[in-house]
């Protein structure tokens, strides 16, 4: 099955490859290079060589005023040193800063520093060991507006401006700042302080439809991918296979209809399909429900599939199919769109059906049952609407050519296409 | 409205000239340039103050340059009237919405108790049909900022408009002249058919895609490492000038907006970006201008050529035009698919050469994460790279201030040289490896990239501005002008992930929509000094805004005058810290300000705790 996807969609793609001829090829596709291996940057992984001794709680550590390379740790409180290095690592020393960075601290190695020189601001009045939360009480806050601004005076020279040259300072690393929940004090569960201005009825209402816009929402979509006319040996004929589905972004219901066949005739194939989509991953559902049978003998098939989009941009639909006889089928469809221009658009499309047994009854053999490869050509008028001309090649392969052959019917057929996708 | 006891010195004119300041400016619709056929919505606003202010939520048929279509309008214009506040006053603004449907207001980027926010949902319950709202307040601050609707999608449709306050003490960037300058994008598509598009389309809105005959420096190589990602280096906007004509001050490029000035006076121009999904690159050819205030907050002069200005984002610049002669104000879109564009000129009618559209551009490996981040890095590379980028000598040696990043994380061996660095990284990365996200993070199929190598890139200009020729503004170049209060160093750190699905339209933080967190929201002691960290896993740029509160971005500059903002731009594939002081207690809204980004689920409530312990 992998073999015969794979084929396939070389198959497809090799048009579109080939197109690229043109743009010469800049860059040779080098061996793999060594994955750079930043170590997992939540991994704490302090040099502990270099490591001094942990504040104690609530030591009160004054910053340094001075640029001294040596960091003052953050200051620890005992909750968050149990779940995050604290531990500064070697000396960050500007002078020589480039090369040795380490990677993987508790914070990124890039995170600025705040504690640089900060020439004549009083920070040293500012106690950081009394943060402690716990111990923080409401008041403490205003202890900002003592703090010297005054002094301050804008125009006072940034020692990082004077190494960059002007006003732009490199972010410099810092001893890391632990990463932490918050600490209790921040209170807990859900956000409800409305309430108590608004009531809770009126601030349920509200927080439901906002949930609901904000990610909630479900979309319907209908596409006919192929909706044509078909000129070919023989009585003409038609196809149409269409899709669409409503739901959110990971479970939707899913609709699929197709069938062909030849003017004045009953149709050779005709189908419909409702099915459940569940987001598998970023581009791949995988699908599951039913298959109704509507032209030749009554069969009902359970089907399971995935549809999403492939490496490259190729549109994959693959599905197996178990029907209500015991037959197992599969079908593999692959798309690509190549664009020409914003709006002319190439589409080389391939389907393979497979049986796992001969289904004499619906002219399958076992093995691949029908090639189809095909190439569409369309402009889009808009996004919605674009008609198209094409050309398919159709081929009963194995034991289905020989059905075929027994009922009189080409096994090999070339049809050349014109219709209109369109979707909304 | 009818009293402006603050109109000193008689600013503001754009208001005066283009919105019909109903008493002062008692001119006729034509002879404000507005185009009689519109129906009911005017373009441009009225300017309203005082201690009382109305505003009235309604709805109209807006047109410009050809296009038409529905637009909510407060006070009967589109942007809404400009509300101008002094520093130190009480004001209440009554709020009446006249609409069908729930509505609301959200002051962006004032402080004021939570209850006034304006975020159904998270801070009220929304303003009911025929209901008047009433927030009062005192106003705290001065500066630059905006108001939108936060209900649904209305902001998109015309609910919003400008917020001056001006200082109580003097104005140190004082100007003869003082304009609003209010980017937004009018489209006459129904916003939720926006959403659907972008929700069912393929890069519905993208007409700048690679193709077999496209312009880009693209090998076929890279176009092969794009197709095998699942990517597309041209995802810059989501949705772009197919069908989004830019407004200035609600005026189209066609639709003559003229700005006045004498040459020689100092003009100051506060530009809001007010748009639901768009970034700018703003500059004035002809023109330097110094920048002297980011998201309201005063910083010090930087004086530059142009600038990129984020969604929610506020920058002003002075200009002093000494010629007599016209010069453009250009709004080109990020991703060039259109322009907004007015006239600052000394004489109604005189007209400046209004610049092509430049070339789109494409992502780069630094927007993939994968750190490098030079920008001159461009996939394909067709700018001569530039060579020798040893991560060794940029070091530390002064890097050129348009250097983007200082990559002090080792990119595989720092050794390696632009253009062959691409795929090189390339060959055997895995975009997607969720080992290295920390376990808050849910992996699921709204995750499609993680940034293995994210950078800071806060010295990067965005996206498309790296190779200009000219001055581009950064965010390390932002130094506050008044030193900042809090100056402790932050007690804990925390890392958020920016998340998504570019092919699913899926957005959200740390992989969890807001549906799935919407109990549990991100929490702060009162007055906790805690280092955000955000890190950028998707390929889009994010601007992120707190509600409620300034924080300062870690940009370089030392902590006294670390930038204050309440929106910060987190570029593709990167991160960007900054620190924040928890102390207005309450429930906030924090979201990715690209409107169908928090649509899609790209929101959290941040719970700052009140100073008593109780529940806020």
Known sequence: MKTLITILML?????????????????????????????????????????????????????????????????????????????????????????????????????????????????????????????????????????????????????????????????????????????????????????????????????????????????????????????????????????????????????????????????????????????????????????????????????????????????????????????????????????????????????????????????????????????????????????????????????????????????????????????? | MLNDPYDRRSILRASALFGGLALTAPMPAWARGANLAHGTVRQGFDQVSGASIDLAIGEGMFATGGRVGHAFAVNGSVPGPLIRLREGQEVTLNVTNNLAIDSSIHWHGILLPFQFDGVPGVSFPGIKPGETYTAAFKVRQNGTYWWHSHSGLQEQAGHYGPIVVDPAGADPYAADRDYVVLLSEFTPMHPHSIMAKLKKGDAYFNHQKTTLTDDYPLSAADRLMWGKMRMMPTDILDVSGSTYTYLLNGHGPDDNHELMFRPGERVRLRFINGSAMSFFNIRIPGLAMTVVAADGQNIRPVEIDEFQIGTAETYDVIVEPTREQAFAIVAEAMDRSGMGIAMLTPAAGMRAAVPALREPILLTMADMGMGGGHGDMQMGGAPAADPAMDHAAMGHTPAPAAKPDDAMG?????????????????????????????????????????????QDRTGYPGLGLDKVDHRVLNYRQLSALEANTDRRTPSRAMEIHLTGNMERFMWSFDGKKFAAVSEQPIRFAYDERVRVKLINDTMMVHPIHLHGHFFEVVNGQDPAHQPRKHTVNVQPGSSVTFDLTANEPGDWAFHCHLLFHMHAGMFQIVTVESPTGASA
């Open chain 1, 11 to 424: 198959g497809v793609a090799s048009p579109a490859l080939a197109q690229h001829s043109g743009h010469t090829m800049t860059m040779p596709m080098p061996a793999p290079a060594k994955k750079p291996a930043p170590a997992p940057a939540k991994k704490p992984a302090p040099a502990p060589a270099k490591k001094p001794a942990a504040p104690a709680k609530k030591a009160a550590a004054p910053v340094k005023k001075a640029p001294a390379p040596v960091r003052k740790p953050a200051p620890a409180k005992p909750k968050a040193a149990a779940q995050a290095p604290t531990t500064p690592t070697a000396a960050m020393d500007h002078g020589s800063m480039g090369e040795a960075m380490p990677m993987g601290d508790a914070m990124d190695p890039t995170m600025p520093m705040d504690q640089m020189d900060h020439g004549a601001m009083d920070h040293g009045a500012m106690d950081h060991g009394a943060m402690d939360h716990g111990a923080m009480d409401p008041a403490m806050a205003m202890d900002h507006g003592a703090m010297d601004h005054g002094a301050m005076d804008p125009a006072m020279p940034m020692d990082h401006a004077a190494t960059g040259g002007d006003a732009m300072a490199m972010p410099v690393p810092l001893a890391p700042i632990p990463l932490a929940p918050p600490p209790p004090e921040a209170g807990s569960g859900p956000a409800r302080a409305a309430e108590a201005i608004y009531g809770a009825e009126a601030m349920r209402e509200a927080r439901e439809a906002l949930k609901h816009d904000t990610g909630g929402q479900s979309f319907a979509w209908f596409m006919a991918d192929r909706a044509e006319y078909r000129a070919r040996q023989g009585r003409d004929g038609y196809l149409w296979d269409v899709q669409g589905y409503y739901g959110g972004d990971i479970d939707k219901f899913w609709f699929k209809s197709e069938g062909e066949g030849s003017f004045g005739e009953k149709p050779e194939q005709a189908e419909v399909q409702a099915l459940w989509s569940h987001a598998i991953g970023p581009w791949f559902d995988l699908q599951a429900g039913v298959r109704q049978d509507l032209a030749g003998p009554d069969r009902t098939h359970a089907v399971i599939g995935v549809q999403g989009l492939a490496p490259y941009l190729f549109d994959i639909d693959a599905a197996a199919f178990l029907s209500n006889k015991g037959d197992v089928t599969a079908r593999i469809e692959a798309e690509y769109d190549q664009r020409i221009t914003q709006r002319l658009i190439l589409q080389p499309r391939g389907e393979v059906n497979l049986a796992a047994q001969d289904i004499p009854a619906l002219g399958i053999g076992a093995g691949i049952d029908s090639l189809e490869l095909g190439v569409r050509l369309r402009y889009e008028f808009a996004r919605e609407f674009a008609p198209y001309i094409g050309v398919e090649q159709e081929w009963k392969l194995g034991g289905s050519a020989d059905f075929a052959r027994a009922a009189g019917h080409d096994p090999s057929v070339t049809n050349y296409v014109a219709g209109v996708r369109f979707w909304f």
């Open chain 2, 410 to 454: 080792d990119m595989a061996g720092g050794d390696m040289a632009g253009g062959d660095m691409a795929m090189r990284s390339m060959a055997g990365m895995n975009m997607r490896d969720t080992s290295m996200l920390p376990p808050q993070v849910k992996v699921g199929p709204g995750l499609d990239m993680v940034a293995m190598n994210p």
